[in-house]
């Protein structure tokens, strides 16, 4: 069972010197959170503080507390009892290990004897990813799609990490609807680094990053709904159109009606 924190981030200033547009951001088990901004904004340096635990030592300023204390030392120091695990669009393995030798490595680290745990975290990682993935498979042959689903799998079966960043996984060739489900459904608390409307709309709350630093943090309301509903047929038109140019698919006599949706009405957005 998860082990569960509370995460808590005391804000710094931004790239100006100016103070953060919040005082403290209180994290709980099951939240999840989208940290939205141009590039550039600061964004990638949030989840940075966030994963590193940091207090007051970097350039933000930002102290992250667990459980309203300052972490412990096991916390910043040793893998195996960090509570955060970090992937990234970029994530790559380089150790020419078989999945399931990488597998087994991690379990023997997180939970020894729990070998069992070898197929249900490739089940959950084929689920991810339209490419399939055998415990057999080299490490560093997967691509990048198949190895973030591998991760994320990894990271929510093996390593139950409690709590999870995950940074831009839109542009990860993985099923990205999937994946936020399996994490809403695991009782952790998820911070989402994305540029993608509808990952962002469905958040519990949008930390909105400006000139290196938070701006704002908007809280959903529910008002979004009609909103993320019409974002999911486009999501699933979009889906069935990528898969098709997969297998080679000709579109050339296809009309542009394919794009539209049945909600034929303007949308209005009020500027923050």
């Given at each position: ?7 808590m981030?005391q804000?710094g200033?931004n ?10 951001l ?9 940290i ?5 904004s600061?964004?990638s340096?949030l989840?940075?503080?966030i994963?590193?635990?940091a ?7 930002r102290?992250i507390?667990?459980n309203g204390q300052e972490?412990?030392e096991?916390?910043v120091r ?9 992937i990234?669009?970029?994530?790559r393995c380089l150790a020419?290990l078989?999945v399931?030798e990488?597998?087994l490595?991690h ?6 004897g ?11 990682a084929?689920t ?19 190895t973030?689903?591998l991760?994320i799998a990894?990271?929510?079966v ?8 995950l ?5 990860a060739?993985?099923?990205k609807?999937?994946?936020?489900q399996?994490?809403?459904g695991?009782?952790k608390?998820v911070i989402?680094?994305?540029h ?5 709309l ?12 938070v701006?704002s943090?908007?809280?959903?309301t529910?008002?979004e709904?009609?909103?993320?509903a019409?974002?999911a ?10 898969e098709?140019l997969?297998?080679g ?5 296809v009309?542009?009606k ?10 209005q957005?009020?500027?923050v």
């Open positions: 069972m998860t082990k569960q924190f509370t995460l981030v804000s200033k790239r100006f010197g100016e103070k953060e547009g919040f005082e403290t209180e994290i709980r088990p099951g939240d999840t959170l989208a939205v901004g141009p590039t550039g600061g964004k340096a989840i940075n503080d994963e590193t635990l207090q007051g030592d970097s350039i933000t300023g102290r507390l667990i972490p412990p096991s916390f040793e893998p195996a009892f960090k509570p955060i695990a970090l990234t669009q970029n994530t020419d078989s399931e990488f597998l490595m379990i023997r680290a997180r939970k020894p729990r070998e069992d745990l070898l197929e249900e975290t490739i089940k959950l084929n991810f990813t339209g490419e399939s993935i055998s415990l057999k498979s080299r490490m560093s042959g997967l691509s990048g799609g198949q973030r689903s991760m990894d990271a929510l093996i390593g139950d990490t409690p709590i999870l960043l940074d831009e996984i839109e542009n060739g993985i099923f609807d999937r994946v936020i399996s994490l809403q695991g009782n608390a989402l680094v994305t993608d409307p509808y990952l962002a469905t958040a519990d709350r949008r930390i909105v990053m400006k000139h290196g630093g701006a943090v908007i809280e959903s529910g008002e709904q009609p909103l993320i019409d974002l047929l486009i999501e699933d038109k979009l889906h069935q159109i990528r098709k997969r297998q698919a000709d579109f050339s006599s009309s542009s394919v794009f539209m949706t049945p909600a034929k009405q303007s949308l957005f009020n500027r």
